[in-house]
């Protein structure tokens, strides 16, 4: 089965530098989160998209920005990168609107490292 | 303090014993209850999915959900090397309609030795 696809696998980045991350949904997923997930940490939500229209932020910093596409996929995109920017960024896809049968499926993380 | 919290273990057990987890949680408005594998610098597994207090079993995995006591299980019968990796329970609330966020504990290492 199609799974949540998320490029590139690495990135390495200096600091004050910008990156963008990118997410391919599940097919017929509409709903896409973004997390991230420091070293010895659990996920921590970011943001969230539901028909190309952002449902929900968490603890996202201002320099971060993030949009849902047409076709679905979503973008992260980070500037002025900082060390503490370091960490695995996954993305996730949910098969409905979210509400009560919301599942999520996540992607096999982007690795970001900042130097 | 978090909103869920997950004993990180680690946790040893040997090849075919029970791998008993579990997580607290303090927000009431949690309705939704998943559990998750990861095993290292991969993606969390969705492995179980529960709404309802009481038990869902699929294959050798148990889950439990005790809404009065703001507590679940995950419970693994006959443990495999493949395993090992980390547990991460995860919770949300039917806050909106769209795109609720997981709320995830810490995660508990598991290390099944053959």
């Known amino acids: 089965a199609a799974g949540v696809i998320q490029s590139p696998r690495h990135l390495i980045k200096e600091k004050r530098e910008t990156a963008t991350l990118k997410c391919y949904p599940i097919p017929r997923h509409d709903t896409v989160y973004w997390y991230q997930q420091g070293p010895g940490q659990d996920p921590q939500f970011l943001i969230s998209f539901y028909e190309k229209m952002q449902s929900d932020k968490g603890s996202i910093p201002d320099r971060f920005s993030a949009q849902q596409f047409s076709d679905y996929h979503s973008e992260l995109n980070m500037s002025s990168l900082e060390l503490g920017d370091s960490a695995l960024y996954f993305c996730?896809?949910?098969?409905?609107?979210?509400?009560?049968?919301?599942?999520?499926?996540f992607g096999p993380g982007t690795r970001l490292t900042v130097l | 303090q978090k909103e869920v919290e997950q004993d990180p273990g680690p946790l040893s057990v040997p090849e075919g014993a029970i791998v008993s987890l579990n997580c607290t949680y303090s927000n009431s408005a949690f309705q939704y209850f998943m559990w998750y594998r990861q095993y290292s610098r991969k993606g969390p597994e969705l492995l179980m999915y529960?709404?309802?207090?009481g038990n869902k079993e699929d294959g050798r995995f148990t889950a439990q959900v005790d809404k009065s006591s703001k507590y679940i299980s995950l419970f693994i019968r006959d443990s495999q090397p493949s395993d090992s990796a980390t547990y991460l329970c995860a919770m949300s609330g039917w806050i909106k309609a769209a795109g609720n966020k997981l709320t995830f504990g810490g995660g508990t290492r598991v290390l099944v030795k053959p």
């Open positions: 529960t709404y309802s207090s």
């Open positions: 996730a896809s949910s098969p409905s609107g979210g509400g009560n049968t919301d599942t999520q499926y």
